[in-house]
DNA sequence: TATGAATGAGGTTTCATTCAT
DNA sequence: CATGAATGAAACCTCATTCAT
């Protein structure tokens, strides 16, 4: 083990007060600019002073710059794991479930925006330390939720039977959670809108159809 | 915004030096470490190191570690627009076009890996510095020139008339130039077999066409 | 030289509050940490942990970590005096006086065990703060008890008369009080049997007495 | 294995160039505060001011503050094993070998002052980090040295039977080691003079010999 | 008495860059 | 062309201490 691990030194940060006020709202400022000028580019001194404090201050409340993104991205890969599973055991028909698992993504991006655009932008980096090593894990759990819904629809005939699944769920991947590059949630494309357009170029694609 | 002017010094291998062989080596040293680590986590000292000098004769050289990122996209950007060009003046139907287009765009990131790399993670960070506000032209390049294919398309009928152009390009767009980030040129999926399917799912969708 | 100063604040406490219950504990646990890290190495964090109380409220106690290093070494360094001045006031001869100072010695380091190791490593250190000036007067005072009784006993036979006075004093106080770098008072070595050899080496020698 | 290792990072830090001479200036510099200060109390700043540099052009030359400890400490260590090891491969009488060690002692001691004063006082403290392990297999090297010595003379007559080797060592360490805290090169007291009080105190007691 | 949030100074280290040789 | 010593700014982090509650 390296020294990348909450040492759980001060009361303040020992487990049950992880959820006080302040904490949150020092979290919400780091992840903000985390996703805006990226992990290594945002320095502790410029999350203090959006916070209005002085940088040792910060470490009253977090081990190190580090823990912090950890904790940013905990919280959504642990929400947009049980939102994915949720998905998983209502049991429907694979395209319907390949949609729904498309809007839940949307979802998680609207609600945790900046930890999906640290996860998107910097997860290669990240996942080179140490304490970082279970967003390697996440990215597998996803993966699977997508590729047996995949899989499935192609057994079932609800898929092109020529479908690459690997090239399938990366296309998807890639596609949908790329768009927190862009997607402002207070522009004119709503989360919903976005979804349903981009099932629709999934699902049938954007050539016409032929008449018949 | 920084002050990001090539130096008087530079003149001297405007001309000439630009083209040397050593130049090119360590232009590519340094285009795979950027890919590799991102930009700012790379020091030219790492840079140096693989190329086995010290670090300060890169700036025999090269002006700045900036100057390096900048040469590796400007090479790639060029190539890539003109690229495009190309397929548009080769007229053929919007289908076809959108088609060559992937395959084009695959095939520039077969060859400038490195550079697409870069551009990909760090465009967004990299367009806040004066040196590097091409980028944003060159984004806005490629952009105009999907969009009119897609455009095109729907207006003649060749795509679903429901198509919001604007998501499509950047569905397309992200799910395409994000390959890169698993794009391996050793390993079992060629350009091309990944271009073939991406264009597949793309114009046709994933789900099997209706039985009649 | 710092200006290390007791503050007004601590008038409140000078009296009654020296003796409490709570500060004695407190004062015990910060003693042995100072000894086994050092006190600079030593953060009041630490202390505050240890008693299971949060670092501020140390300040209610003590007015600062250098306080408290200084009330542990003055109980020593008081104890101390006072019992090399009873060896003195007996009056036997230097031989028996010599052993008296060793035992004392020893008896003290198992008595103020931790205060013995602060004042043994960074006596040097801590005498640059004005703070602790009082150090450097005990250490005279120690000095003078233990030289006047070797110079006794050379003066009068009972020691060798081409002893160095300063360097055997010297030689003495530094084999012993560095004892307390090992001694382990729950080990097989007690106080007494360390005490009976170090005063037989010291007085006779290693070497075997010549047969006659 | 910690982060404590050198990285060999810079060419000018790779085996070769240990040796430079404005290494060895840095060095010595850096001894000397760390023996007067205690290393924790050192700061790389003052290192640099000492030197004339600023604290990051350290950098150029070491890998950290405690790679310089490191480097100071290992030159004494070795010379010192290689000094003892003489002695004993000189295999005279036990009584003139413990001499011989005691005046080496003294004569490393003058020659690696600060590193000897290094070691006396921080060789506990830093045996916690990793890269200090070597210290205790010095430490042991040392201690089988003296312990041979002193059992072979025990066994042969040399020494009192009623020897106890451990106290004995363990007082001979102390006493002379520490001398460093107090020991002045530009002095009157020399090295041999003291060496040889020492060795006279060790081997026949301050005591004066009965009349026969 | 105790807490928890904050301070402010200072610590070690990193790194792009310069420049005399 | 290359070296190696140095710069200077800035990075993350530590820690004794204060103080309102």
């Known amino acids: 083990m390296s020294t990348e691990h909450s040492s759980g030194r001060a009361a303040s940060r020992d487990a049950g007060d992880t959820g006080s006020e302040r904490r949150a709202e020092l979290l919400a400022i780091a992840a903000d600019l985390f996703a805006a000028r990226g992990v290594r580019a945002t320095t502790v001194r410029e999350i203090a002073e959006s916070a209005g404090i002085l940088p040792g201050s910060l470490y009253h409340h977090f081990d190190s710059k ?50 999906v655009a640290i996860f998107q932008n910097e997860a290669n980096h990240l996942a080179g330390i140490e304490r970082f090593d279970h967003l390697r894990q996440a990215s597998r759990d996803f993966e699977r939720v997508w590729k047996r819904v995949l899989a499935d629809g192609r057994r079932t005939g609800a898929f092109r039977a020529d479908l690459n699944i690997t090239l399938a769920y990366r296309f ?21 809108a976005i979804a349903e357009q981009y099932i629709a170029i999934l699902c049938e694609g954007i050539a016409a159809p032929e008449r018949q």
Not at 77 to 95: C, F, I, K, P, T
Not at 104 to 112: E, K, N, T
Not at 182 to 190: D, E, H, I, Q, V
């Open 172 to 192: 998807i991947r890639d596609g949908v959670w790329t768009a927190v590059h862009w997607y402002n949630p207070r522009g004119r494309l709503t989360i919903n």
């Open 66 to 115: 580090n823990a912090m993104v950890d904790e940013i991205l905990r919280e959504f890969l642990d929400h947009q794991r049980r939102s994915y599973d949720e998905v998983l055991r209502e049991a429907a028909d694979a395209r319907t479930t390949i949609a729904e698992l498309v809007r839940r993504s949307f979802r998680g991006m609207h609600r945790y925006r900046a930890a």
